[in-house]
Every structure is written in structure tokens, then in C-alpha cells.
């Protein structure tokens, strides 16, 4: 479980879709189905900024030199 920082950033979920071109319905499925923490401000909610950054480390893949690939 993700550690809780009172002086974490926030991002709403259109700035979380402009960071990693995931659609904001997508964010709002996650948040609705609670696949991923979010904080909720009165009716909107935010998602902290570690997810998004955690989200893509998880999707990274480094290239594989031309010539060194498998297949």
C-alpha cells in the first residue's frame, strides 16, 4: 500500500491524461473500480502524482539494439 503524504501533488484527471495520454475515462474507471488511490475533494477527486509516475515505470521498456533482437 502506498505510503501517505499530506504535501503530495495532486493531479486531476485531465492533467493525469495529459501526462501519459491515457483517457481521462480510463483514470475515472480506475478511480471508480478503486484499482488505484485517489483523494477525494468534496465531489472531485485527485489522484497523486506518484501513481501516474509509477504507473509509467511500470510500462517502461528499454529499446533493444537493431541486430540483438530476439525472434
Do not use: F, H
Not at 485531465?14 to 480510463?26: M, N, P
Amino acid at each position: 500500500m502506498m505510503e501517505r503524504k499530506m504535501s503530495q501533488q495532486l493531479l486531476t484527471v485531465v492533467e493525469a491524461e495529459a501526462r501519459t495520454g491515457r483517457k481521462a475515462s480510463t483514470w475515472r474507471r480506475d478511480i471508480l473500480e478503486k484499482r488505484i488511490p485517489y483523494v477525494k475533494l468534496g465531489r472531485s477527486v485527485r489522484i497523486p502524482v506518484e501513481v501516474v509516475e509509477r504507473l509509467i515505470q511500470q510500462g517502461w521498456r528499454d529499446a533493444v539494439p537493431i541486430g540483438k533482437q530476439k525472434g
